[in-house]
Protein backbone atom coordinates (compact mmCIF):
# COMPACT_ATOMS: atom_id res chain seq x y z
CA UNK A 1 0.00 0.00 0.00
CA UNK A 2 1.32 2.92 -1.15
CA UNK A 3 1.69 5.35 2.26
CA UNK A 4 1.43 9.16 0.39
CA UNK A 5 -0.88 10.01 -2.17
CA UNK A 6 1.26 12.96 -4.65
CA UNK A 7 -0.83 15.46 -6.95
CA UNK A 8 1.15 13.42 -9.94
CA UNK A 9 -0.46 10.18 -8.88
CA UNK A 10 -4.01 11.65 -9.23
CA UNK A 11 -2.62 13.42 -12.43
CA UNK A 12 -1.19 10.21 -13.65
CA UNK A 13 -4.66 8.43 -12.96
CA UNK A 14 -6.50 10.83 -14.60
CA UNK A 15 -4.00 10.84 -17.86
CA UNK A 16 -4.77 7.35 -18.25
CA UNK A 17 -8.47 7.25 -18.40
CA UNK A 18 -8.76 10.83 -20.22
CA UNK A 19 -6.77 8.63 -22.77
CA UNK A 20 -9.17 5.73 -23.16
CA UNK A 21 -12.79 7.78 -22.18
CA UNK A 22 -14.28 10.91 -23.88
CA UNK A 23 -16.60 12.47 -21.95
CA UNK A 24 -17.14 16.16 -21.97
CA UNK A 25 -20.49 17.20 -20.74
CA UNK A 26 -20.86 13.80 -19.14
CA UNK A 27 -23.87 15.08 -17.46
CA UNK A 28 -26.29 16.72 -19.74
CA UNK A 29 -28.95 18.65 -17.56
CA UNK A 30 -30.89 21.24 -19.26
CA UNK A 31 -30.44 23.92 -16.37
CA UNK A 32 -29.23 24.48 -12.89
CA UNK A 33 -32.36 23.10 -11.38
CA UNK A 34 -32.09 20.18 -13.21
CA UNK A 35 -28.52 19.63 -11.66
CA UNK A 36 -29.99 20.21 -8.32
CA UNK A 37 -33.13 18.21 -8.54
CA UNK A 38 -31.16 15.62 -10.14
CA UNK A 39 -28.25 16.02 -7.37
CA UNK A 40 -31.38 14.66 -4.73
CA UNK A 41 -33.18 12.19 -6.64
CA UNK A 42 -29.89 10.18 -7.16
CA UNK A 43 -29.16 9.58 -3.63
CA UNK A 44 -29.70 5.83 -3.47
CA UNK A 45 -31.34 4.87 -6.76
CA UNK A 46 -29.69 4.18 -10.69
CA UNK A 47 -29.09 7.53 -12.66
CA UNK A 48 -32.19 5.37 -15.09
CA UNK A 49 -34.66 6.13 -12.22
CA UNK A 50 -33.53 9.89 -12.04
CA UNK A 51 -33.74 10.34 -15.29
CA UNK A 52 -37.48 8.75 -15.73
CA UNK A 53 -38.13 11.36 -12.93
CA UNK A 54 -36.34 14.24 -14.27
CA UNK A 55 -38.35 13.34 -17.54
CA UNK A 56 -41.98 12.99 -15.81
CA UNK A 57 -41.24 16.69 -14.45
CA UNK A 58 -40.50 18.42 -17.63
CA UNK A 59 -43.55 16.70 -19.21
CA UNK A 60 -45.69 17.64 -16.30
CA UNK A 61 -44.26 21.06 -17.14
CA UNK A 62 -43.14 21.38 -13.94
CA UNK A 63 -38.97 22.19 -14.22
CA UNK A 64 -39.42 25.63 -12.50
CA UNK A 65 -38.24 26.39 -9.30
CA UNK A 66 -41.65 28.36 -8.05
CA UNK A 67 -44.05 26.17 -9.69
CA UNK A 68 -42.37 23.06 -7.46
CA UNK A 69 -42.74 25.09 -4.59
CA UNK A 70 -46.19 25.68 -4.95
CA UNK A 71 -46.72 22.21 -6.23
CA UNK A 72 -48.74 19.98 -3.35
CA UNK A 73 -46.51 17.77 -2.12
CA UNK A 74 -48.48 14.47 -3.47
CA UNK A 75 -47.88 15.37 -7.23
CA UNK A 76 -44.28 15.60 -6.74
CA UNK A 77 -43.86 12.62 -5.22
CA UNK A 78 -45.71 11.42 -7.76
CA UNK A 79 -43.83 12.56 -10.54
CA UNK A 80 -40.15 12.06 -8.63
CA UNK A 81 -41.76 7.93 -7.54
CA UNK A 82 -39.06 6.40 -10.18
CA UNK A 83 -36.27 7.45 -8.27
CA UNK A 84 -37.84 5.80 -4.80
CA UNK A 85 -37.78 7.30 -1.13
CA UNK A 86 -40.38 9.72 -2.72
CA UNK A 87 -41.71 11.10 0.88
CA UNK A 88 -37.85 12.22 2.18
CA UNK A 89 -36.99 13.60 -1.73
CA UNK A 90 -39.85 14.87 -2.09
CA UNK A 91 -39.22 17.54 1.58
CA UNK A 92 -35.93 17.57 0.50
CA UNK A 93 -36.75 19.12 -2.99
CA UNK A 94 -39.19 21.29 -1.49
CA UNK A 95 -36.99 22.18 1.10
CA UNK A 96 -34.11 23.41 -0.43
CA UNK A 97 -36.17 25.58 -3.18
CA UNK A 98 -37.94 27.58 -0.45
CA UNK A 99 -34.66 27.86 1.21
CA UNK A 100 -33.36 29.28 -2.16
CA UNK A 101 -35.88 31.62 -2.83
CA UNK A 102 -35.46 33.12 1.13
CA UNK A 103 -32.12 33.47 0.98
CA UNK A 104 -30.86 34.15 -2.38
CA UNK A 105 -33.97 35.19 -4.38
CA UNK A 106 -33.69 32.87 -7.36
CA UNK A 107 -30.88 29.71 -8.19
CA UNK A 108 -29.08 32.07 -10.73
CA UNK A 109 -28.05 34.42 -8.07
CA UNK A 110 -26.28 31.50 -6.19
CA UNK A 111 -23.64 31.93 -8.92
CA UNK A 112 -22.22 34.94 -7.53
CA UNK A 113 -21.73 33.42 -4.42
CA UNK A 114 -18.27 32.21 -3.29
CA UNK A 115 -18.02 28.24 -2.66
CA UNK A 116 -17.36 28.11 1.02
CA UNK A 117 -20.91 30.17 1.89
CA UNK A 118 -22.72 28.27 -0.24
CA UNK A 119 -21.20 24.92 0.74
CA UNK A 120 -22.22 25.68 4.34
CA UNK A 121 -25.95 26.96 3.38
CA UNK A 122 -26.58 23.57 1.21
CA UNK A 123 -24.92 21.46 4.01
CA UNK A 124 -27.31 23.24 6.37
CA UNK A 125 -30.29 21.38 4.37
CA UNK A 126 -32.35 18.76 5.55
CA UNK A 127 -31.32 15.98 3.11
CA UNK A 128 -28.48 17.20 1.75
CA UNK A 129 -25.10 15.14 2.67
CA UNK A 130 -21.64 15.75 1.35
CA UNK A 131 -21.73 14.54 -1.83
CA UNK A 132 -25.29 15.88 -3.10
CA UNK A 133 -23.99 19.49 -1.46
CA UNK A 134 -20.88 18.69 -3.54
CA UNK A 135 -22.36 17.75 -6.72
CA UNK A 136 -24.70 20.69 -6.79
CA UNK A 137 -21.67 22.98 -6.54
CA UNK A 138 -19.63 21.49 -9.27
CA UNK A 139 -21.99 20.68 -11.95
CA UNK A 140 -24.46 23.48 -11.38
CA UNK A 141 -22.47 26.32 -10.18
CA UNK A 142 -19.21 25.24 -11.74
CA UNK A 143 -17.09 25.69 -8.50
CA UNK A 144 -14.16 23.92 -7.69
CA UNK A 145 -14.91 21.06 -5.72
CA UNK A 146 -14.31 17.37 -6.39
CA UNK A 147 -16.93 14.69 -5.96
CA UNK A 148 -16.62 11.75 -3.88
CA UNK A 149 -19.00 8.59 -4.74
CA UNK A 150 -19.28 5.26 -4.02
CA UNK A 151 -17.49 4.69 -7.37
CA UNK A 152 -14.48 6.83 -6.34
CA UNK A 153 -14.38 5.11 -2.48
CA UNK A 154 -13.66 1.62 -4.19
CA UNK A 155 -11.39 2.42 -6.80
CA UNK A 156 -8.86 4.18 -5.05
CA UNK A 157 -9.54 1.56 -2.53
CA UNK A 158 -8.63 -0.61 -4.81
CA UNK A 159 -5.50 1.12 -6.00
CA UNK A 160 -4.08 2.32 -2.28
CA UNK A 161 -4.96 0.21 -0.23
CA UNK A 162 -7.58 2.85 1.24
CA UNK A 163 -10.29 1.74 3.75
CA UNK A 164 -13.47 2.35 2.05
CA UNK A 165 -14.67 3.37 4.99
CA UNK A 166 -12.11 6.79 4.94
CA UNK A 167 -14.36 9.95 5.79
CA UNK A 168 -15.58 12.13 3.18
CA UNK A 169 -13.34 15.20 3.48
CA UNK A 170 -10.20 12.72 3.84
CA UNK A 171 -10.63 11.34 0.11
CA UNK A 172 -11.58 14.62 -0.86
CA UNK A 173 -8.63 15.88 0.22
CA UNK A 174 -6.48 13.45 -1.74
CA UNK A 175 -8.07 15.04 -4.77
CA UNK A 176 -7.86 19.04 -3.50
CA UNK A 177 -5.12 21.31 -5.80
CA UNK A 178 -4.68 18.09 -7.70
CA UNK A 179 -6.01 18.61 -11.91
CA UNK A 180 -5.17 22.73 -11.40
CA UNK A 181 -8.86 22.87 -8.91
CA UNK A 182 -10.25 23.07 -12.39
CA UNK A 183 -14.18 22.00 -12.86
CA UNK A 184 -13.90 20.85 -15.83
CA UNK A 185 -11.10 18.17 -14.79
CA UNK A 186 -12.65 17.08 -11.97
CA UNK A 187 -15.94 16.88 -13.98
CA UNK A 188 -14.25 14.83 -16.19
CA UNK A 189 -12.34 12.39 -13.45
CA UNK A 190 -15.76 11.90 -11.80
CA UNK A 191 -17.05 10.92 -15.07
CA UNK A 192 -14.35 8.54 -15.83
CA UNK A 193 -14.68 6.69 -12.03
CA UNK A 194 -17.98 6.00 -13.51
CA UNK A 195 -17.36 5.11 -16.28
CA UNK A 196 -14.29 2.57 -15.16
CA UNK A 197 -16.91 1.58 -12.23
CA UNK A 198 -19.19 0.27 -14.53
CA UNK A 199 -17.05 -1.42 -17.39
CA UNK A 200 -13.76 -2.51 -14.87
CA UNK A 201 -13.90 -2.11 -11.28
CA UNK A 202 -17.44 -3.57 -10.79
CA UNK A 203 -18.42 -3.94 -7.54
CA UNK A 204 -17.75 -8.28 -7.64
CA UNK A 205 -14.81 -9.55 -9.63
CA UNK A 206 -13.17 -6.43 -11.26
CA UNK A 207 -11.79 -7.06 -14.99
CA UNK A 208 -8.30 -6.03 -13.72
CA UNK A 209 -6.62 -7.63 -17.23
CA UNK A 210 -7.79 -4.98 -19.24
CA UNK A 211 -7.69 -2.00 -16.84
CA UNK A 212 -5.80 0.77 -17.51
CA UNK A 213 -4.66 1.08 -14.46
CA UNK A 214 -3.78 -2.30 -14.24
CA UNK A 215 0.02 -1.82 -13.11
CA UNK A 216 -0.58 1.03 -10.27
CA UNK A 217 -3.39 -0.73 -8.99
CA UNK A 218 -2.33 -2.38 -5.31
CA UNK A 219 -5.68 -4.71 -5.97
CA UNK A 220 -4.26 -6.09 -9.20
CA UNK A 221 -1.00 -6.34 -8.34
CA UNK A 222 -2.08 -8.59 -5.62
CA UNK A 223 -3.88 -11.39 -7.88
CA UNK A 224 -0.87 -11.42 -9.69
CA UNK A 225 1.26 -12.67 -6.62
CA UNK A 226 -1.65 -14.69 -5.48
CA UNK A 227 -1.63 -16.46 -9.14
CA UNK A 228 2.33 -16.26 -9.67
S1 LIG B 1 -6.85 -2.82 -11.95
FE1 LIG B 1 -8.73 -3.84 -11.26
S2 LIG B 1 -9.06 -3.23 -9.14
FE2 LIG B 1 -7.54 -1.85 -10.04
S3 LIG B 1 -8.73 -0.08 -10.74
FE3 LIG B 1 -8.54 -1.47 -12.48
S4 LIG B 1 -10.35 -2.81 -12.39
FE4 LIG B 1 -10.17 -1.77 -10.40
Known amino acids: MKSTIVHSDIQDIYLRLDALYSLDNWWQA ?128 RIYGINQKIEYNDLQGIFVDSLQCNPKFYKQMHAYFVELAKNNCTKNNPKCNGCVLNSICNHANLQKNNYS
Open 30 to 157: ESKLEVILGSILTQNTSWKNVEHSISNIKSAHAMNMNKLINMDTRSIRRLISPSGFYNQKTNTIKGILIAIKNKYGNIENMSKINTEELHEFLLNLKGIGNETADSILLYAFNKPVFVIDAYTKRIMS
